[in-house]
């Protein structure tokens, strides 16, 4: 069996500002930058990494990557959010409602202008997943990615249906643990969540 920690990234200010955050490239806040240094002392060892190129996922691989290889995987990048990006969560519900109300009945199919469906993320994903996840890697492996991202992949991974995405939340540089067998990587059967949103190095920060 295979160990992948599914990690989201650090912190950003964006995050804090609930702003739409797809492909935008903004690093760290200084929140972020103290909960990396946090979570460098608790994450499991690893034999690889395999992190989202954009730099807050970039940084925060950074930091828990130790001596094992690191490597980027365009793939593995946020939703990209079209007209949202960087929009506050109030004004994008105000300008986009039937949008949301669409995103709501049924996440999967529904095209952010400009972006992308959250099935497409899901593809995106699954197919990182299965250049990273094979027999031939290592078998103790992080990722580190975005929050729709991994919610979609997680979904993909279950079984679950992308409507429950939220189900798979992730806090900033929390990590859900999974096991897979590499024979059959996007197989439900073959893949067992250990933990969930697991940040202990967050417990006193607020």
């Known amino acids: 069996m295979i160990t992948v920690h599914l990690l989201r990234h650090g912190q950003t200010a964006w995050n804090v500002e609930r702003r739409f955050l797809g492909l935008t490239d903004i690093a760290l806040d200084a929140v972020g930058t103290e909960q990396v240094h946090r979570l460098a002392k608790v994450f499991p060892s690893t034999e690889a990494v395999y992190s989202s190129p954009l730099l807050r996922a970039w940084t925060t691989a950074l930091g828990v990557a130790g001596?094992?290889?690191?490597?980027?995987?365009?793939?593995?990048?946020?939703?990209?959010?079209?007209?949202?990006?960087?929009?506050?969560?109030?004004?994008?519900?105000?300008?986009?409602?039937?949008?949301?109300?669409?995103?709501?009945?049924?996440?999967?199919?529904?095209?952010?202008?400009?972006?992308?469906?959250?099935?497409?993320?899901?593809?995106?994903?699954?197919?990182?997943?299965?250049?990273?996840?094979?027999?031939s890697a290592p078998q103790n492996v992080a990722i580190v990615s975005h929050q729709m991202a991994l919610s979609a992949l997680l979904c993909r991974l279950t079984g679950a249906p992308l409507s429950t995405y939220r189900a798979f939340t992730q806090r900033n540089t929390a990590w859900t643990t999974v096991t897979v067998d590499p024979t059959r990587p996007l197989d439900p059967a073959g893949i067992h969540v250990i933990t969930r949103d697991h940040a202990p190095h967050l417990v006193d920060m607020g």
């Open 67 to 135: 001596t094992a290889p690191l490597a980027a995987d365009s793939g593995l990048v946020e939703m990209h959010m079209g007209v949202l990006e960087g929009l506050g969560a109030d004004e994008a519900l105000q300008r986009y409602s039937a949008l949301f109300q669409s995103f709501r009945a049924d996440p999967s199919t529904v095209v952010i202008p400009e972006g992308e469906t959250l099935s497409q993320a899901a593809d995106r994903m699954t197919a990182a997943w299965t250049r990273i996840v094979v027999p």
